[in-house]
């Protein structure tokens, strides 16, 4: 990774970031002086999962308002797993992969603001003041990913990813489980990576594609690296 000082960055990495601060693993990976990029793709991604994950907290929190204000906290964490998994269950019935992510994201919360959640089911804190602590959380999330992408990129927008020009490869990485997604910004790095006329690394901190490090490399002539 060192050798290349042009990165393309996955989303995982910027939203690592957002989630985890300056002085995680994230953190540590930003500060070192690499030229970053990412495309409009990358971007729009990111935003998605903002949103997603918004969407999945309003409805897990909603309905502890609406079911468990003055119950019982023993009654909460029994119905917990099941709470998180009637959310998460539309999800899973389109995709595993979504699902996993709506258990993670809400299992991550629960387990972050337990103290809070309590206080509210009991009736010591306010419902309406914890929503809209949330909701400025996630405004605040979406702030930081401009200042992240207008100060570390250099350019958002890639040339369209036309996937019919690469079928041949799409049909390969995806026989292996790559999902389209991250195949569009595969190409997004191959395009950036002419455009500037310099090799170009793509940055990812998804397993799965680091397992097809060797074919992606291959099919595109980028290197595949995690952040260290």
Known sequence: MYTFKNHFLDSNVVLGLIFQGEKSKYGNYFSLPFRKYVSENVYDECKNVLNYNKDWVLKFINIIKKEFIGKSIDDYKKDLPSIINRIASPYKDHSARMGKKVLDVLSNFSEKYLEELELIITGLNDFKEFRKMVTETFKISQNKLKCILDKLVLMKKSHPAPMGDFFHQY???????????????????????????????????????????????????????KPT
């Open 171 to 225: 049909q390969k990485l995806k026989g292996m489980g790559m999902h389209s997604s991250d195949f569009k910004l595969i190409v997004d790095t191959y395009f950036i990576s002419h455009h500037i006329k310099k090799e170009l690394a793509f940055i990812t901190f998804d397993g799965h594609i680091i397992l097809l490090k060797d074919d992606i490399e291959d099919e595109f002539y980028i290197k595949v690296f």
